[in-house]
């Protein structure tokens, strides 16, 4: 059962004092900021491999080289990071929604 707080006073000060924020807050930064590592370490090799070495010029098959598979391997692993982001938001979401609900159980909305 999800707490409407809608038309309470909420001290948000409370809600971030709670170990259970802190907690969701830390496992968020750490997701958003490994996300972030992966998307930009995979899309800056592209340009670093091209530019300064041929390993990315080898012909993989039938005449087409290893930069466009690399190339479409970024557009699948942009498509499955979001797919992932979204998912875990929802995670996140359910726990953040769990915080007011703990909140409000525990006599916090006036």
Known sequence: MMAQVKHDIVDYDKIAAQQSFKD?????????????????????????????????????????????????GLFIMTWSLCHLYVAKANSFDREAQAIIDEYVTNGGAR
């Open 24 to 72: 969701l807050v830390k496992r968020k930064k750490g997701f958003l900021w490994t996300i972030t590592a992966i998307f930009l370490i995979a899309y800056m090799l592209l340009p670093i491999l091209t530019s300064y070495t041929d390993l990315l010029h080898q012909e993989a098959f039938g005449g087409i080289s290893w930069v466009w598979i690399y190339a479409a």
